[in-house]
C-alpha cells in the first residue's frame, strides 16, 4: 500500500462501503489509507461522525428583518437627543467661542 495508489473514488472521498468500514471499527483499527483520507477530509468526517446522509448546514435565509418604521424612528429621536447632550455638555466645557 503506498500513497501513490489511486483515490477510493473519482472525486477522492471515501465510499459508502469505506465509511462503514470507518465507523464499525474499533479505536486504532481504521485502515491507514482510510485514516489518513479522514484526517484531511472533514466531509468524510462528518459521514463517518453522522451517517451518510451530507449534513445540511443552517444558514441564515436573506438578511435580518428590518426594523418596524415606529422603532427606527424611536432610534433616530435617541441618537439625536444623545448628539444634542454631547453638544451641549461640550459647550459647557469649552464655552461659546463665538461670544
Ligand atoms: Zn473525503
Redesign the pocket.
Known amino acids: 500500500m503506498t500513497d501513490l495508489e489511486p483515490p477510493p473514488t473519482r472525486?477522492?472521498?471515501?465510499t459508502e462501503e469505506e465509511v462503514r468500514e470507518v465507523r464499525e471499527a474499533g479505536p486504532g483499527e481504521v485502515p491507514d489509507r482510510l485514516a489518513r483520507?479522514?484526517v484531511s477530509?472533514v466531509?468524510?468526517q462528518e459521514r463517518a461522525l453522522f451517517g451518510p446522509e451530507p449534513r445540511r448546514r443552517r444558514r441564515r435565509s436573506g438578511s435580518p428583518a428590518l426594523p418596524t418604521p415606529v422603532r427606527a424612528l424611536i432610534l433616530l429621536a435617541i441618537m439625536i437627543a444623545v448628539l444634542a447632550l454631547f453638544f451641549y455638555t461640550l459647550n459647557q466645557f469649552v464655552g461659546d467661542p463665538y461670544r
Open positions: 472525486s477522492g472521498c471515501l483520507h479522514l477530509c466531509r468524510c
